[in-house]
């Protein structure tokens, strides 16, 4: 907690000057009259004065405290560093109070909501483990004129929307007599970034696309990948001429080269089930937050190559963000994330409806549990549709059923298993199923997605 | 069952600065009594003065602060009126300041939360205004004793007419400034 002098700007609420409705007096108040009010007709009537002495400091403190009254309420401002935090990193509130009246409050107590994935504590920095904790009221002085400011601070656990606020306090002054009504100001949103799982694939994209990226092609063109040495012909560039072929032929030859390309690829998030318990960063992961960090963690190793990402819901909402390149649709995709919910619903497109807005030469990368039997249907749908899928299951490793009776277990393992041959099934309609594992995931499958995208294949349409 | 568990587990989240303020109600409580209450009372008495100086500390906002402050007085009128004892004035003054830390600390007590982290300054600051309201309590117990002849005064019924007027109006005049705009 530090003091400093009062800033200008608006502190909320604006306070009014009706005092009988902004301070009520306490109880203390009237137990300090009564039992002076006894005392003394106690002490006329009997003729004590021993009883005047027993009265006095109380009459005294009465009339000490309420000399001065205070007259408007406390002015209060709740306010954030504005930062975008990824989970785990620091964020810094700040609840301001002001005091602007004509006399000093005793105390006054500052509560301050935020959601439970905000670790905010606060106190003085150098103060022990007994002085800080989360979610405490915290009780400071502000003297009059003066504005007061409770500095909170810890990390931020989780991704999403969180919310900060709303603040409240209420002061007290009269030394206990009068307490004030409560100001409260309205909640602050925090947006927490998701923590991008360390990923990186290195296999040749199944079928780059654009003009210009970092993929190699499997066309010929202009590009740093070398395909053959090729006879000379018209149109090709002299710089091109493998001049150490040429003259063991005695034939002009050029180095022909693949041409460099970029790709587009989805990523499509299985938003109709969740499992799991989220216990943010280094704790637990739901399967909500092992496919938003996967998909934040895709989405920037392909855009980074140069890539062209785009973003798909399956769920109730459906919400889709077009494909786009650079730092810029890093930054929409992490916003767009940060909106993912778990989304059930009783009708939900198929593979086919899908793929109807997906390009036919882009990667896409469906995140999904397998736990909706529509998602596995959606995806051979998807490759039944001729595009290249590939499946990360996002179902924890660490899931584990809770015993409700003597058959649970079976049936846990049952379930298992008609899941394994799902994503057998699957496999056979060529959707290999990875499990997510961050870099290198999707390695061995790109390399079998590449293979089939270079063999011809029949397509149903 | 489960309201209790909550408040036990409730126990672990209070902090030092609350914690003191609900022992200095507490021993004022404790105090009050055990120096208003007559001479030779047995030694069970004194457990019962201890539960009873509990309930203040455990409850600083409840009425129970009232009934143990009007108890404390009480026991004092018992022993002064009935026993006729005669107090010194180490213990008339020792009662006096019991009395009002117990009100004053219960007063502050009852608007701490219990789990608050609370600044230094703030319990600084009250110290210093309970020091100063029982510095000039002080200095007029010592003017009254200096003054007035002794503990007890026989008054004329137009004097005592005449103090229960200056009483009404003192209360009447506290009151007022509780209420007054």
């Known amino acids: 907690m530090s003091q400093g002098a009062s800033p200008e700007g608006d502190l909320e609420p604006v306070a009014s000057t009706d005092t009988g409705e902004n301070w009520a007096p306490t ?10 009010g006894l005392l003394l007709v106690a002490a006329v009537l009997l003729g004590r004065t021993d009883l005047v002495i027993l009265a006095a400091p109380l009459a005294l403190s009465v009339a000490f405290a309420l000399a001065k009254r205070p007259r408007t309420l406390p002015g209060l401002r709740l306010s954030t560093v504005e930062s975008f935090p990824v989970e785990g990193g620091d964020l810094g509130a700040t609840v301001e109070v002001e005091n602007r009246d004509i006399t000093g409050y005793d105390l006054t107590v500052v509560h301050l909501q935020h959601s439970p994935w905000l670790r905010l504590e606060g106190g003085a920095a150098d103060a022990g483990p007994s002085r800080r904790g989360g979610n405490r009221p915290y009780v400071t002085l502000v003297p009059r004129g003066v504005a007061t400011a409770v500095e909170l601070a810890g990390p931020a656990v989780r991704w999403g929307r969180h919310w900060l606020g709303p603040a409240s306090a209420h002061a007290v002054a009269a030394d206990g007599l009068l307490v004030s009504r409560a100001v409260v100001t309205g909640a602050l ?110 989405a920037e190793h392909y855009l980074h190559r140069g890539d062209r990402v785009s973003v798909l819901e399956y769920g109730a909402q459906a919400r ?57 249907s959606m995806l ?23 015993p409700v009776n003597t058959w649970s277990d079976v049936s846990y393992r049952l379930w298992k298993a008609e899941r394994e041959n799902t994503m057998g099934q699957l496999a056979e309609h060529g959707v290999p199923v990875v499990a997510w594992a961050g870099a290198g995931s999707l390695d061995a499958v790109l390399r079998d997605v590449s293979r089939l995208a270079a063999a011809p294949k029949a397509v149903l349409r | 069952m489960k309201q209790l568990l909550s408040q036990v587990r409730d126990l672990g989240r209070i902090t030092g600065g609350p914690l003191l303020v ?160």
């Open chain 1, 27 to 36: 109880r203390a108040l009237g137990r300090a009259v009564l039992v002076a």
């Open chain 2, 22 to 181: 609900r022992g200095v109600v507490f021993v004022a409580a404790f105090t009050g009594l055990l120096l208003a209450a007559p001479g030779g009372l047995p030694a069970r008495m004194m457990l019962a003065f201890l539960a009873l100086a509990a309930v203040p500390a455990l409850a600083p906002g409840g009425v129970v602060v009232t009934l143990v402050m009007l108890a404390t007085v009480g026991m004092w009128l018992v022993d002064t009126v009935l026993f006729l004892a005669e107090p010194s004035t180490g213990r008339l003054l020792g009662t006096a300041v019991a009395l009002y830390l117990l009100h004053n600390a219960a007063a502050l007590a009852a608007v701490l939360p219990y789990d608050a982290i609370v600044d230094n300054q703030v319990l600084l600051r009250w110290a210093v205004r309970s020091g100063l309201v029982l510095a000039a309590a002080g200095a007029l117990t010592v003017l009254l004793v200096t003054v007035l002849p002794g503990m007890y005064i026989t008054t004329p019924t137009v004097a005592l007419v005449v103090g229960l007027a200056v009483v009404a109006v003192a209360v009447a005049l506290l009151t007022r400034l509780g209420r007054r705009p």
């Open chain 1, 189 to 298: 949103g925090v947006k927490v970034y998701p923590l991008t799982d360390p990923f990186k694939a290195d296999e040749a994209m199944p079928r780059a696309a654009g003009l210009v990226g970092q993929h190699r092609s499997r066309r010929p063109g202009e590009g740093g990948e070398l395909a053959g040495v090729r006879q000379f012909g018209p149109g090709d560039r002299l710089r091109r001429v493998d001049w150490r072929v040429s003259l063991r032929t005695e034939r002009l030859h050029v180095a022909a080269t693949l041409s460099d390309r970029d790709a587009e690829v989805v990523v499509l998030l299985d938003l109709l089930a969740d499992a799991g318990r989220s216990g943010g960063i280094g704790g637990a992961s739901s399967v909500l937050d092992r496919s938003v960090r996967a998909a934040a963690a895709i």
């Open chain 1, 320 to 376: 889709r963000l077009r494909p786009a390149s650079g730092r810029r649709q890093y930054l929409t995709v992490l916003e767009w994330l940060l909106d993912a919910h778990p989304s059930p619903t009783a009708q939900e497109r198929g593979g086919a409806q899908l793929a109807a807005g997906i390009s036919a030469a882009a990667l896409v990368v469906v995140l999904t549990p397998l736990l909706d039997a529509r998602s596995a």
């Open chain 1, 380 to 402: 051979a749908g998807l490759a039944r549709s001729g595009r290249f899928v590939v499946a990360v299951d996002t179902l924890p490793t660490d899931l584990v059923s809770p």
